[in-house]
């Protein structure tokens, strides 16, 4: 009995040692994985690349419209310069101005509608931007609160760990075996509480005569359900 409740008093202890290091490991994991920053960065990155392109588009139709106005202010040069004075050469560069301005107006069209483009693109861009901020501010949040975490954690081990020690040390070593073993099979779990004929583990009776066997013997007493040793509540 004494024993057994020893070994409950070690589980407990285990169980308090066991889900720190779990959570350190999954800390650990954690811990610089920028995985879920991922999909954001790169729709960033995509829009990104999107804005520069409508910006690359505005910038091309500006110098072509530029070209036409050179073109335009040359003609007109021509035209009112009085070295041309043949009729027909006049309609000439009167056409050739008419169809230059047609050829500006596509393009002064065709900029209006790529000036929207960019300004829906810086748009999207400066949008998701902000975003991906918030994320990521959030996300070294949650890396700080975690490696603060980790201290705490880590500060609490030893004493537990000492106190672990302390505890197995009372205990035999094939009552140790038996209890590595159990908990082993058992995630962690190597003691349950017997409440009159009822394991307090799986929630199931044991036959009468095993119920005695725990309340009188000093040898651990399995439940005839589970496995798990039986401490008498
Ligand atoms: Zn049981």
Not at 206 to 213: E, G
Request: hydrophobic content about 40%; some cysteine; charged content about 35%.
């Amino acid at each position: 009995m004494t024993a057994i409740k020893q070994l409950y008093d070690l589980q407990s202890v285990d169980a308090e040692l066991d889900w720190r290091h779990a959570r350190l490991a999954e800390i650990s994991r954690a811990l610089g994985d920028d995985i879920v920053l991922k999909p954001l960065k790169d729709e960033v990155a995509r829009l990104k690349r999107a804005a520069q392109k409508t910006a690359g588009d505005q910038v091309n139709l500006d110098t072509l419209i530029g070209g036409f106005e050179a073109k335009i202010a040359e003609a007109n040069a021509k035209l009112y310069g009085g070295k041309v004075k043949l009729a027909r050469e006049l309609q000439d560069l009167q056409a050739d101005i008419e169809m230059i301005k047609r050829q500006r107006g596509e393009q002064e069209d065709l900029l209006l509608v790529v000036l929207d483009e960019v300004d829906d693109a810086q748009k999207a861009f400066a949008d998701a931007s902000k975003a991906f901020s918030r994320r990521e501010e959030t996300w070294l949040e949650d890396q700080q609160a975690m490696a603060d975490e980790r201290v705490v954690i880590e500060g609490d081990i030893p004493g537990l760990q000492i106190d672990r020690d302390a505890r197995a040390a009372g205990v035999t070593a094939a009552e140790m075996a038996l209890y590595d073993q159990v908990r082993k099979r058992h995630q962690g779990k190597a003691v349950a509480l017997l409440r009159g004929s009822t394991c307090d583990s799986c929630r199931m009776s044991i036959p009468n005569r095993l119920a005695l066997d725990a309340r009188s013997s000093d040898k651990p007493v399995r439940c005839s359900n589970c496995g798990l040793i039986l401490l008498v509540d």
